[in-house]
């Protein structure tokens, strides 16, 4: 009896030391569970550039945001931001990424990735753009557009990129009765998804996200971080942004030329739980009676990360035409972003970028 007795208290023992052992081993380093990051993300090993682990975490922002889920092939729309007609544009709150680079001259485009996560209209689209393809494809997206550059026009049939084009498919409305506005065209995704049906376009996707997340708002921390409350940023007289950090909500509020930057179906200022300021630099293509511009997106170079009122350096480079961005810490660990829209600013590195 006394044997008995005597087994079942080691064994008591052991399963006390095991669950004690498995409650350390669930938080490596002393993080706490609420501040790593999720399954499909990754922390980086330098103190001075990674989210900081100790501390309360932020909670996440109550803005409806869906994280990309892998498996879901998102769709990426070329949208118009060319002066003032194009505004309010829609649907910009819902995508997940939001790209900007120069189109011509001076002028933005922009283009949102949407994760299952489409409104019910989104534009104005506008025509296709080489090095916005190659971004779209890097998420295996669906690239919605309407017309291209003659550098688009060979690349997508060239990449075998799943595509909707409004100068065939009627996908496509218009928000006004003026037959010389070319700034008013809309899309839906009911629209979208019935041309992916008839072309037989898959709509899911074997291949990785790009980016991993955090599980909640986790601020950046240590000693290589900046101050990060007012970012401005200048492309030209027509593409002049500013975000301002709001500490209650834990974004930027996005203004674009001294104005609030607003969104058509919600009514609602946009906003970015992160920024990516990617330099990468720009020449006019030779001969372009439209000063079309050419980016070299693929390579490397330098940039910041933005979120939560601070600012990191970062590195960023792109081996090839269909291949990933990656966006890394100095110290080579990949970038890890907030639970939240990230804008991802596309550029020239002599244009000018404030970051306070």
Known sequence: MKNKLRICANI???????????GCASTPGGLSPTSSPTDNSQQTTDPSVIPSPTGSPIPTPPNGFVLPRGGVRPIAVMIDNQGKRPLPQGGL????????????????????????????????????????????IEHDSIYVHIGWSPQAKALIPRLGVA?????????FWKITNDRNNWQDKYTSFDKVMKIVASRGYANTTTKDLT???????????????????KIGINYNFQADNRYEYDSATKLYLRYRN????????????????????????????????????ELNNI?????????????????????????KTRYTYLNGGDLVLNPAQTWIQVVPPSRPVSIK
């Open 12 to 22: 008591a023992m052991l399963f006390i030391a095991f669950a004690i052992f498995s």
């Open 299 to 323: 390579g490397s170079g330098k940039g910041w990360y933005i979120t939560c009122g601070k600012a990191v350096e970062i590195r960023w480079s792109k081996s090839g035409e269909t291949s």
């Open 211 to 229: 980016f991993k997340y955090n599980s909640v708002m986790t601020p950046l921390s240590g000693s290589s971080t900046k101050s990060a409350k």
């Open 258 to 293: 001294g104005k609030k930057h607003m969104e058509r179906v919600s009514g609602k200022q946009l906003s970015a739980g992160n920024i990516i300021v990617q330099y990468v630099s720009n020449s006019t293509i030779a001969d372009d009676h439209k000063n079309r511009q």
């Open 163 to 171: 595509d909707v084009n409004g100068l065939y498919d009627s996908a």
């Open 93 to 136: 709150n819902k995508a997940q990424i939001i790209y900007e680079c120069l189109a011509e001259g001076g002028i933005t485009r922009l283009m949102p990735v949407f994760w299952g996560n489409m409104p019910e209209m989104v534009g104005p689209v506008r025509s296709a753009r080489d090095y916005f393809v190659q971004f779209a």
